[in-house]
């Protein structure tokens, strides 16, 4: 049969027209992946602190890639999943995690309960029996939670190990150990970490050459000789419970011209040395706060002793800025010599402490002065407050007649300044200027 050429021309024009429509109909090639299910075994441990432990899933299939992977600790998320491994999991237990199930999610599988994990309470310390030792001393360390598993326990003092001797739950024994440094304790339960309080160290400290302990009296207990309270028009000296058993109470006499009333006069060769420390307890009186209460002075004229404020005055008696901050001041009147000329000349040494020692409250305080090692600092509660090298190397104590030594006191007033007011415990003076270590076990022992 015959067609003519416009029927053929027609049915190819269809035909092309049909395949289009099929190509364009046709559905995409979508390549769809299936997830080979995990098969979780174990977790380890299965107990441990929340937002601390990390916990190990162990079994085959969870493949490699760990942001697929979800892990849920009593049906809290854990935020951080620290690797994955075909065969095992790493995630850490979430800050609010609650004991029970702990449910896995690998890609689209899921499975509910892979096994039971207990959130543990985290230990705490609430105290420490002492804060301050020496090595072999043995301190308790109070708190919750510890177990009763000696051998999960460890403790460090500023990281020196320590002997655990025994341990409760809510109890730890340990000896202070060898060699530690001050610095902060810290104990180890079950890996878990708690800083605890700063511990410090006890040392030796030599005998004093003059202490007063004011045990309703002003013997001192090294000579055995009484020092002498200048009266004058002041009211008697007072005794009271205080830091380490009685104290004494200046009365704080506020004179129209300057005298030693109210004063406590000591021997003035107890100062005869190139290096010393004073140490002592001082709870001064509040509503003083024009001029300095003296602490101690001793020399030999207004412009040629050596004196320890308890703090300086405030407005126009604000001396050198200080700021009624705990002070010592050093003067020696035409004493030393202009290295150029010969001729004398005047010196002064001061140094301001860094804080205020406030009224009304027990605050251990101290002086060290070496001429030997070219420095004063001064000490509050045990911890250096103030340092500095001393200006010049030449100004040497013994350069001073001390013809006057006085406690709560001034040697040499001027005007109408006050004596010292309030009270004041354990007066120690050193015939060497002692270390850190030292003021703090003289501030630390009972």
Avoid at 37 to 51: L, M, N, S, T, V
Avoid at 326 to 350: C, H, M, Q, S, W
């Amino acid at each position: 049969m015959k067609f003519p050429v416009k029927n053929i021309q027609f049915i190819t024009a269809i035909l092309a027209v049909a395949a289009a429509y099929v190509g364009c109909t046709k559905g995409p090639d979508i390549k769809s992946y299936s997830y080979p299910a995990p098969e979780p075994k174990a977790i380890f441990p299965d107990a441990g602190y929340a937002g601390y432990a990390d916990v190990t899933i162990t079994g085959a299939r969870f493949g490699d890639y760990k942001q697929a992977v979800k892990v849920f600790f009593g049906g809290i998320q854990a935020d951080t999943i620290l690797s994955c491994e075909d065969e095992k999991i790493v995630a850490r237990v979430p800050a609010d995690a609650v004991s029970g199930k702990v449910s896995l999610h690998v890609w689209t599988h899921s499975i509910d309960s892979v096994a039971s994990f207990k959130v543990m309470p985290n230990p705490v310390i609430t105290s420490v029996s002492e804060s301050a030792g020496v090595p072999g001393d043995v301190i308790l360390i109070s708190g919750a939670h510890f177990g009763t598993d000696a051998t999960k326990v460890n403790v460090n003092f500023n990281n020196t190990p320590a002997t655990v001797n025994s341990v409760e739950d809510s109890l730890v024994s340990v000896t202070v150990p060898a060699g530690f440094v001050p610095g902060k304790l810290h104990v180890t339960i079950n890996n878990f970490n708690i800083t605890g309080p700063d511990f410090g160290i006890l040392v030796a400290t030599p005998t004093p050459v003059y202490a007063l302990d004011f045990e309703s009296d002003l013997v001192d207990k090294i000579s055995g000789v009484a020092a002498t309270y200048n009266k004058g028009t002041a009211a008697d000296l007072t005794y009271e419970e205080g830091k380490r058993g009685m104290a004494v109470r200046f009365p704080g006499f506020t004179p129209t011209s300057w005298n030693s009333s109210g004063s406590v006069s000591i021997p003035a060769t107890v100062f005869r040395q190139r290096d010393f420390s004073v140490t002592c307890w001082v709870k001064w009186d509040a509503g003083r706060n024009i001029y300095p209460d003296p602490i101690f002075e001793f020399g030999e004229a207004r412009g040629t002793r050596f004196c320890f404020l308890n703090r300086m005055g405030s407005g126009t008696n604000n001396w050198n800025g200080t700021q009624q901050k705990i002070v010592t001041r050093f003067l020696l009147e035409k004493k030393v010599r202009n290295p150029g000329t010969g001729a004398t000349e005047n010196y002064e040494d001061y140094l301001g402490g860094s804080n205020v020692v406030p009224p009304t409250v027990w605050k251990h305080v101290a002086i060290v002065y070496s001429f030997t090692n070219q420095f004063m600092k001064i000490y509050m509660d045990g911890v250096e407050i103030g340092s500095k090298n001393l200006s010049r190397n030449d100004a040497d104590p013994f350069l001073m007649t001390i013809n006057n030594a006085r406690i709560g006191g001034y040697a040499y007033g001027s005007g109408t300044e006050t004596n010292y007011a309030g009270l004041m415990d354990n007066f120690r003076v050193y015939n060497q200027a002692l270390s850190g270590d030292q003021i703090y076990t003289d501030f630390y022992k009972k």
